[in-house]
């Protein structure tokens, strides 16, 4: 069974550009979940999709922004970049059923995002 | 004051030894989750818990809920246990709430 997927593996922007990343998650995992990891803020949850819907939002700018398609492959959009938006961005995708509140998260190898 | 607080913030110790992480949260939490990350960036989900222990191989984790703590322990520590630990937390279904990590380090 294949992991997450996340593409490209290595981005290089300039700032006011915008971004686009791309996450396929495993075969049958409804939900995709999106991070941002810094070495001063560390890991922080930007959002998560299930079934097409954003269910999840954590405390970023409206330049984050996401969507889910069909097939539950997610893309994170990230518009006007800045200097600070320099991170790896992970996904993890899970079963996402809310009845099961305890689904474990696969992550995939993340996407590193240079602003320059 | 983060909702989620990991000790140490650095480990080194010599292969063979018995490692603890420690890792206290503030929150209600449906979950709580330990993580790998090996350089590089790849997360590997290690355990999830909600009450009381779990082993698999060298690695257990506990949780007391009460006192909102749980550790993470590996036995006969090896040089490939390098990586950096993370405590995470579910709040609702999916959202996580992570620590800081731990970065440890076996020497040979």
């Known amino acids: 069974k294949a992991g997450v997927t996340q593409t490209p593996r290595y981005l290089i922007k300039t700032r006011g550009q915008q971004v686009t990343l791309s996450c396929s998650p495993i075969?049958?995992?409804?939900?995709v979940s999106w991070y941002q990891q810094t070495p001063g803020q560390g890991l922080q949850f930007l959002f998560e999709?299930?079934?097409?819907?954003?269910?999840n939002k954590g405390n970023f700018p409206g330049r984050f922004s996401g969507r889910q398609f069909s097939n539950s492959r997610s893309e994170m959009n990230v518009s006007t970049l800045e200097l600070g938006d320099s991170a790896l961005y992970l996904c993890?995708?899970?079963?996402?059923?809310?009845?099961?509140?305890?689904?474990?998260?696969?992550f995939g190898a993340g996407t590193r995002l240079s602003v320059l | 004051k983060n909702e989620v607080e990991q000790s140490p913030q650095n480990l080194t110790a010599q292969e063979g030894e018995f490692i603890t992480i420690n890792c206290s949260y503030s929150?209600?939490?449906?979950?709580l989750h330990w993580l790998q990350q090996h350089p590089g960036g790849g997360i590997v989900s290690l355990f999830m818990?909600?009450?009381g222990k779990k082993k698999h191989g060298r690695l257990i984790a506990t949780i007391n809920i009460q006192e909102k703590h749980s550790s993470l322990h590996i036995t006969a520590s090896h040089p490939r246990d390098s990586a950096v630990y993370i405590c995470?937390?579910?709040?609702?279904?999916?959202?996580?709430?992570f620590g800081q990590g731990t970065r440890l380090t076996i020497n040979p």
């Open positions: 929150v209600g939490i449906s979950a």
């Open positions: 075969s049958g995992h409804r939900s």
């Open positions: 995470a937390v579910s709040k609702g279904a999916q959202k996580l709430v």
């Open positions: 818990l909600s009450s």
């Open positions: 999709y299930f079934s097409e819907t954003q269910r």
């Open positions: 993890a995708s899970s079963l996402g059923d809310r009845t099961l509140a305890k689904n474990i998260q696969y």
